[in-house]
């Protein structure tokens, strides 16, 4: 498997002390942000989530929560105390 972001973060937590069986993963993002119907592109943003999910599950993590692909950005907080994702998009805003 390529190297990605998925197993560095898993290594950091768990020298924080996190166990890897308590992780979760919520994710968001993956817009085709350049769509254009008169152009056939490769559309980054549907492989990079299929690239993270791939990941996420290599590693055993559950993908609990996810808004993603659309043709618009999204602005993403998330509460490291309560788990609590917000997701601001151009359709409004989702609580994951």
């Known amino acids: 498997m390529r190297t990605l972001a998925v197993p560095a973060l898993v290594e950091s937590l768990q020298k924080m002390g996190c166990e890897k069986t308590d992780l979760v993963a919520k994710i968001a993002g993956g817009a085709n942000m350049f769509y254009d119907q008169k152009i056939h592109t490769v559309n980054v943003g ?22 993603v692909g659309g043709i618009h950005g999204r602005r993403v907080s998330f ?17 994951l």
């Open 46 to 67: 549907s492989r990079n989530v299929e690239a993270v999910k791939k990941s996420l599950a290599y590693h055993d993590i559950p993908l609990v929560a996810s808004d």
């Open 79 to 95: 509460n490291v105390f309560t788990g609590i994702m917000v997701v601001k998009s151009f359709n409004g805003e989702k609580i």
